[in-house]
């Protein structure tokens, strides 16, 4: 799956209306809000940058200081 950052402009705001549209019709029948959605959907996000950001880091090796 391609990362949010990847996405264009017009791609992101597809993605956030069909978000919306989901969170819009399923939340409402378990109870919560459209905030308590995008809380969700913006853990996941952070989740997948972190992985990324890990195994970034994991690829640097310590150099020698100057």
Same mark, same amino acid.
């Given at each position: *799956? &391609?990362?949010?950052?990847?996405?264009? @402009?017009? @791609?992101?705001r597809?993605? &956030?209306?069909?978000?919306?549209?989901? &969170? #819009?019709?399923?939340?409402?029948?378990?109870?919560?809000? #459209?905030?308590?959605? *995008?809380?969700?959907?913006?853990?996941? #996000?952070?989740?997948? #940058?972190?992985?990324?950001?890990?195994?970034?880091?994991?690829?640097i090796?310590?150099?020698?200081?100057?």
């Amino acid at each position: *799956m &391609a990362s949010i950052q990847t996405l264009s @402009d017009s @791609d992101r705001r597809v993605l &956030a209306r069909w978000a919306l549209s989901c &969170a #819009e019709r399923v939340l409402p029948r378990l109870g919560r809000t #459209e905030v308590f959605w *995008m809380y969700l959907q913006s853990n996941y #996000e952070l989740g997948l #940058e972190r992985r990324v950001l890990r195994a970034k880091i994991a690829t640097i090796r310590p150099g020698r200081s100057a």
